[in-house]
């Protein structure tokens, strides 16, 4: 399946995503976001690890401003909602997601990394959602999950103001896992890539699951469904395996079973 704006390498297990239009900042519009959708829906199970960064200076600057300007209530509708649920695929996905945030992430830029379930921000990062300032809302998933991620005070005065926040003030209210010197983001990245690759994988996306349906259950609920998940790890192969190589001191071979 071939992209025009987004480029793929995958190794070991591990897949890395740039999407590739420096000339507009990796903006996003209807073919970009049509080739992300694509490209998630056809994730298969070789992947262990999914990391997504951008092309020059940008990770994602926004959503592509020119094609929005002449959208009617109908259109802007039928965008928000497209935006969106590529974004909550995304966020869905079975694997680990890393954003690995190398330059402007700024309106539909900052919410694919909130979509994301770690991010990791080079030294020259910027995020905000600036959209107020052009008359509109985040409209992929912003209001939501930026809320979540940084509390409704923090989301809120983000929003309403436009301003952009630098990375440090980013890992400072908890946006972003990390700050890294520009040259080492990718090595740091792939480094935890690696170390996830290394654990039980339906380990790990069970781990995913309690995590993001839990969130929103009560704490009864939560600890109810988490035990669930945590029981169905002993009817695998990979629960006999780890604990075997465990208990006889050597590394395991987790076989995805």
Known sequence: MGYEFLAIEQNEGICTLTINSPRTLNALNTQVLDELGRFVDSIGSDVRVLIITGAGKAFVAGADISEMSSKNYEEGLEFGRFGAGVFRRLEQLPIPVIAAVNGYALGGGCELACACDIRIASERAQFGQP?????????????????????????????????????????????????????????????????????????????????????????????????????ECFSTEDQKEGMAAFLAKRLAEFKNK
């Open 131 to 231: 959209e107020v300032k052009l008359g509109i809302i985040p409209g992929f998933s912003g209001t939501y999950r930026l809320a979540k991620l940084i509390g409704q005070g923090r989301a809120k005065e983000l929003i309403y103001t436009g301003r952009t926040m630098r990375a440090d003030e980013a890992l400072s209210v908890g946006l972003v896992n990390s700050v890294v010197p520009d040259e080492e983001l990718l090595t740091k990245v792939n480094e935890i890539a690696r170390m996830i690759v290394a654990n039980a994988p339906i380990a790990v996306a069970k781990a995913k699951q309690s995590i993001a349906e839990g969130y929103d259950m009560n704490a009864d609920e939560a600890i109810a469904f988490e035990n669930r998940l945590f029981a």
